[in-house]
């Protein structure tokens, strides 16, 4: 079973296109009025969406560390590192996304360059 992704609004929405015409299950904070909401709220969003979070917050970093530390779940993050081109992006996110199991991701941060 694919992944299913939310993005953070901080992710370019070029990023989220190029996801979709790969056949990626993505969706945004912009289209689920989320815009502007705190970074905890986006959390608590994508877990209860059971959608693993694709982000450049560092502050999802923080996030997720308090969330495992407190026994805490939640279904993966996709941390684009700075300076990552928007295709690159794309290509490693949908590989990771069409590849990998929800089980592999859970309470996990992998590394988008």
């Given amino acids: 079973m694919a992944l299913r992704l939310y993005a953070d609004e901080c992710v370019d929405a070029r990023i989220v296109a190029g996801l979709r015409r790969r056949g990626v299950d993505v969706g945004s904070a912009s289209e689920e009025g989320l815009l502007r909401a705190p970074d905890a709220r986006q959390m608590e ?6 959608r693993v979070i694709v982000t450049a917050d560092h502050d999802f970093l923080a996030l997720a560390d308090d969330l495992v530390a407190r026994g805490g779940r939640f279904p993966g993050v996709l941390f684009i590192l ?19 199991e929800p089980r592999e991701l859970a309470n996990r941060i992998e590394w988008i360059k």
């Fill in 45 to 50: 969003h994508a877990i209860a969406l059971g």
């Fill in 82 to 100: 700075p300076y990552t081109m928007v295709g690159d992006a794309v290509r490693a996110i949908a590989l990771v996304a069409l590849a990998r």
